[in-house]
């Protein structure tokens, strides 16, 4: 017995999958409602892309065919905040600081898709706000993988905060409360 079978068929059950593993298809089929949500892979990445972070902007400039998508979120602000508070409380410059550096480099690694013509920037809101901004050209297909490759993003800068935390508390507690006497 012979199936035929279209092939984006199974770049859509991928897809779906992705989304599901990321924890947000039940957010992405709430959203679509009626949407016929069969109707292609790439809606549903979009749809998917659209609900990791709290903000979401995309601009594209015809011109050099580059798309920008940016996205702002707490997390990414507190990932930063923290990274401030620690470089400040150990004296270190931020180019220096060993837990910016592994939050950084764990975000970058999220972003290994099996796609080229792209590039991922964090900001650290030294100009404007904190931001993640993704850059693709016309040759970059890799939308399908995005929302997981963002929801590990979210997840590593979740885990890489509460090191932080952890790293910010262990400071304070390893610094011993002056006595009377040294305070007078």
Not at 15 to 36: H, P
Not at 53 to 62: D, G, I
Request: with cysteine; proline share 4%; aromatic share 14%.
């Amino acid at each position: 017995m012979m199936f035929d079978i279209d092939p984006s068929t199974f770049e859509f059950l991928a897809t779906a999958k992705r989304i599901y593993d990321a924890g947000l298809m039940d957010s992405v089929l709430e959203t679509c409602g009626n949407w016929e949500v069969c109707e292609d892979c790439y809606s549903l990445a979009w749809e998917g892309i659209y609900r990791i972070f709290k903000e979401f902007r995309q601009y594209y400039n015809e011109r050099a065919g580059i798309e920008t998508m940016v996205f702002f979120d707490p997390v990414i602000s507190e990932f930063y905040r923290l990274c401030a508070l620690y470089e400040n409380k150990m004296g270190v410059d931020k180019d220096h600081s060993p837990l910016r550096k592994e939050g950084e480099q764990g975000v970058y690694g999220c972003f290994c898709l099996d796609a080229y013509d792209y590039g991922v920037q964090l900001y650290d809101g030294e100009c404007g706000k904190p931001r993640l901004v993704i850059l693709d050209g016309e040759e970059f297909y890799g939308y399908s993988e995005l929302p997981e490759a963002l929801a590990d993003v979210r997840d590593t800068l979740e885990a890489h905060c509460a090191r932080l935390k952890k790293a910010l508390a262990a400071e304070t507690s390893d610094v011993p409360e002056p006595t009377e006497q040294e305070a007078a």
